[in-house]
Nanobody, 114 residues
Framework: VQYMESGGGLAQPGGSLTLSCVAS????????MSWYRQIPNEPREWIAR????????DYLGTVKGRFIISRDNAKKTLYLQMNDLKSEDSGIYYC????????WGQGTPVIVSA
């Protein structure tokens, strides 16, 4: 099982980033998927979830209305469009099957700073 997260970087407050996660080694199209965020010395925090068929989506309250999760099952890829970024959105972002608890990829860092 592998997860290759990408798309992170430095963004200004109010800016946008789009994260991608290419998954392999399991039946991606059958699994609900989530994005998680981790900041130093804190446990990973769930950010957003999407069902296997994209018909059910949930967000952490602080990102609802700003972030959009989506997936392409043919490409085994999960996306997170992040808009109106805030400093508190900073962290390392990981993708994983919802509530699977790992294993984890390397993640992609997001830094929101002026």
């Amino acid at each position: 099982v592998q997860y290759m997260e990408s798309g992170g970087g430095l963004a200004q407050p109010g800016g946008s980033l789009t994260l991608s996660c290419v998954a392999s080694g399991f039946a991606f199209r059958t699994r609900p998927m989530s994005w998680y965020r981790q900041i130093p010395n804190e446990p990973r925090e769930w950010i957003a979830r999407i069902s296997a068929g994209s018909d059910s989506i949930d967000y952490l309250g602080t990102v609802k209305g700003r972030f959009i999760i989506s997936r392409d099952n043919a490409k085994k890829t999960l996306y997170l469009q992040m808009n109106d970024l805030k400093s508190e959105d900073s962290g390392i972002y990981y993708c994983n099957p919802h509530l699977a608890g790992g294993p984890w990829g390397q993640g992609t860092p997001v830094i929101v700073s002026a």
